[in-house]
């Protein structure tokens, strides 16, 4: 397999944090995506803002939404488009795996009607429909985004296998088995990391877990002000998220040699992976 890391949605400008010990520019946020390219088809992570987001964003994606992430609203950076400029048929998407299910996370999954859709069963129950357990429900999750009624594949957090001191770490169904789904709740009820194996160790992508790659730095710990302020107020549930964050930050300095970590929305992450594409086994 190969990947392709792809930016499926740029949104508000952020400045690098003054702690960095490198120059590096501002940027606009991301929507960090993966498109791997299996012998038999094309799989998915995450999908960013899709066509109906860029084409009716107020009702697709809702003005609260649109305040807070000043969207820049391109149809060439939807998944769909892009997927057809790297030379593929869309309908070889077969497969999407969902980190959550967010405006953010989710917005190009009818873009791809046909293709099933694997997520954690909690998730799925706090998301369609949402029952507003908790402030951000109403803005963070949108019906557009499942109202062709997708193909849903579930995954309970309760069966799966340890992975680098993660627990519950199962295989996805009729996928690959190097790639992984691991269970990272706190974000959302039913957020996960989804992983990849290639020839030089992992790909972990970590979606929300964490923002700003500051994070996972074992020495400071360096959050991004502005990015700290989102991820306090989208939380679900603060204990395990920071627990979460907490063994992603060891897996980090224990393993930095076998898995590379990415974030959904740091710019400077995708950048560093973007070219060339990775060879995956």
């Known amino acids: 397999m190969r990947v392709h890391h792809l930016n499926c949605g740029s949104m508000r400008e952020i400045a690098p944090d003054e702690s960095e010990r490198r120059p590096l520019p501002t940027k606009p946020a991301v929507c960090h995506c993966l498109l791997l390219e299996a012998e038999d088809r094309l799989i998915v992570v995450d999908t960013g803002l899709g066509l109906t987001d860029v084409r009716h964003p107020e009702e697709s994606l809702g003005l609260e939404f649109l305040g807070r992430a000043a969207p820049l609203l391109d149809e060439n950076e939807t998944l769909l488009r892009q997927v057809e400029r790297l030379g593929f048929d869309p309908a070889d998407v077969r497969d999407i795996v969902l980190t959550h299910l967010d405006l953010d996370h989710s917005g190009g999954v009818p873009d791809f009607p046909h293709a099933r859709v ?5 998730e799925l129950d706090a998301a369609v429909p949402y029952h507003g357990r908790h402030p951000e429900d109403r803005i963070r999750y949108r019906s557009a985004h499942w109202a062709h009624e997708p193909h849903w594949v579930t995954y309970a957090e309760t069966a799966g ?41 992992w790909l972990l992508h970590a979606g929300d877990a964490y ?3 500051g994070e996972l730095d074992a020495q400071g710990q360096r959050p ?22 907490a063994r992603l930050r060891e897996l980090h300095r224990d393993h930095a040699d076998t898995v590379s970590i990415v974030s959904a929305h740091d710019p400077w992450e995708l950048a560093e992976h973007q070219e060339p594409a990775a060879d995956l086994v």
Do not use: K, S
């Open 118 to 122: 694997h997520v954690h069963q909690a």
């Open 161 to 201: 296998d340890p992975w680098f001191g993660f627990d519950a770490v199962r295989e996805l169904r009729d996928l690959p088995a190097e790639i992984l789904l691991i269970p990272l709740a706190g974000h959302t009820a039913g957020h996960c990391a989804v992983a990849a194996q290639a020839d030089n160790g």
């Open 211 to 213: 923002y700003y790659h």
């Open 224 to 245: 991004h002000p502005l990015m700290n302020v989102l991820a306090n107020a989208t939380e679900v549930e603060r204990p395990l998220r920071l627990g979460n964050l």
